[in-house]
């Protein structure tokens, strides 16, 4: 046993180290995981990216203080101040160079301070050379996924898939039309949509893919692999992969901290505006951290919305229409008046579990799955890229709570189309019925007794022995 290896190390005070990989969906169920540690009694330090972290001070700036629970910190992931984290490629180098070294700076520093130091590194499976520097300083070492086990089972099976002919050795599938399912009971998978093939040019995919892969066997020597999912969302996958343990939804295990872990400040003035609204009658449409807009499809959303003739809220993030008004159609906000509400940023989880909230248009990001899932909030599916697309899959056809959007001739999805699957998924109770079963499953999964309480439990059980 793994766990066993490092028995003779004693662990005092357990001081636990965080690190996510430096995106919003990473950063969120982390901070929510190391909230909840910390009021099991846990010392815990977050470890943000300097960038990062001044985003999130600044998202909070009123209400972060040294006090809080989890402690705030950060290390530099050496790119230059003004330069774009969305290049992928440079930025995963210049992590692998530049992080590691840091990383260990900062436990020294640590160590030296406080008696006992660092017991444990909780690492992002991302940033799996976080768990070899806990493996070479003879740290406990956990991984954390924050994505479905489906996706970190297809990341496992890279070298089956190779054996197979499926993807050849830069990861790049052989036949991008062959759906490939990993077991009987599992969703088919796209190769157009695995995560390593669609992020950009060859030699950005190259990169990615090493990175992967050494990540895959820095997790598997972990002494824990955790999961933000549960058992009973994904049966099919955690039976083919027993080594993942399910510890989630995150969400629905922690109360909300005051430190949400946002890059943008959440503006919780649309909850009041929620209040005024009649129960189960608004479409709250929030594309995560990533999604941009063209123009075209921009507008055919709004109108779609105004067409619904129904309440929205719907989030606008600075970044997705250049900050520009004339980004809408016009007149858009003057038809529509008091029935939309428009946020920069909304504090996702509160509005998902406000009664007002009839169902949930999403790029199905993982978090935003789990999170609606765990609320008993039915779905119209619109996924962009890579994994979205199992978890569309995972919404429509396996769990049944959600319907998919078609796109036209253009590759749009039109305002007619919008209209249609807003009245089609709304006009039937049977949608909202399983999302409240969905809902039901999720929170025994967490509550005293459940898989992923268990998980969590025997995971703080052995950090404290
Ligand atoms: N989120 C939020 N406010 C918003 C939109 C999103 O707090 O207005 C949070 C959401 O609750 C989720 C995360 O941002 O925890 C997005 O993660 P997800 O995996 O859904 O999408 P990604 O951003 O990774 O594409």
């Known amino acids: 046993d793994k766990r066993e290896k490092k028995k003779g190390k004693k662990m005092g005070n357990p001081h636990i180290l965080v690190i996510p990989y430096p995106a919003q969906g990473h950063i969120i169920p982390l901070m929510e995981l190391s909230q909840n540690l910390a009021k099991h009694g846990f010392k815990v330090s977050f470890v943000n990216t300097e960038f990062n972290h001044k985003r999130v001070m600044d998202a909070f700036a009123k209400k972060v203080d ?8 950060s290390i530099p992931d050496g790119m230059e101040d003004g330069e774009s984290r969305n290049q992928l490629g440079k930025l995963t180098e210049s992590i692998c160079q530049v992080m590691p070294k840091e990383l260990k700076k900062l436990i020294e520093k640590i160590n030296r301070l ?3 130091g660092i017991t444990c590194i909780l690492a992002d499976v991302n940033m799996g050379w976080a768990l070899e520097v806990a493996a070479e300083l003879g740290i406990h070492g956990a991984a954390f996924w924050p994505a479905s086990a489906l996706l970190l089972a297809l990341t496992f099976s890279l070298q089956k898939l190779m054996d ?3 993807i050849d050795v830069n990861g790049t599938p052989i036949d991008k039309d062959k759906l490939i399912q990993l077991s009987p009971t599992t969703p088919s998978m796209h190769p157009k949509n695995f995560v ?5 040019d060859l030699s950005t995919q190259q990169v990615i893919f090493d990175y992967m892969r050494r990540n895959n066997k820095a997790a598997k020597e972990a002494d824990w692999l955790i999961c933000n999912s549960t058992r009973d969302l994904e049966p099919g996958t955690f039976s083919m992969a027993p080594e993942i343990l399910p510890i989630g939804p995150v969400s629905a295990s922690s109360q909300l901290g005051d430190i949400s872990g946002s890059l ?7 909850l009041q505006w929620l209040d005024q609204r009649p129960p189960g009658s608004v479409i709250y449409v929030a594309f995560g951290s990533l999604t941009i807009f063209d123009q075209i499809q921009f507008q055919e959303l709004a109108l779609g919305l105004e067409l619904s003739n129904r309440p929205f809220l719907w989030v606008v993030r600075p970044d997705t229409n250049e900050g520009k008004d004339d980004f809408y159609p016009q007149g858009f906000w003057n038809r529509v008046g008091t029935r939309g509400r428009m946020v920069g940023w909304a504090p996702q989880r509160v509005v998902l579990s406000h009664p007002s909230v009839a169902c949930f248009l999403s790029h199905c990001g993982w978090n935003s799955t789990i999170e609606g899932a765990s609320n008993g909030v039915p779905f119209l ?4 890229f890579a994994d979205q697309f199992h978890n569309e899959s995972y919404i429509c056809d396996f769990w049944k709570v959600g319907l998919k959007f078609e796109r036209d001739e253009r590759g749009i999805i039109t305002r007619e189309e919008i209209k249609t699957k807003v009245e089609q998924l709304l006009g039937d109770n049977n949608f909202k019925g ?7 499953m999720a929170m025994i999964s967490v509550n005293e007794g459940g898989s992923s309480n268990q998980t969590f439990k025997n995971f703080t059980e052995w950090m404290k022995s």
């Open 114 to 116: 406080e008696d006992g």
């Open 264 to 270: 943008w400040p959440e503006d919780a003035t649309c």
């Open 164 to 166: 197979d002919g499926l």
């Open 381 to 384: 599916c619109w996924p962009y």
């Open 196 to 200: 390593w093939a669609c992020l950009g």
């Open 66 to 73: 040294a006090d809080e629970v989890v402690q705030l910190v």
């Open 434 to 440: 399983r999302a409240l079963e969905l809902k039901e």
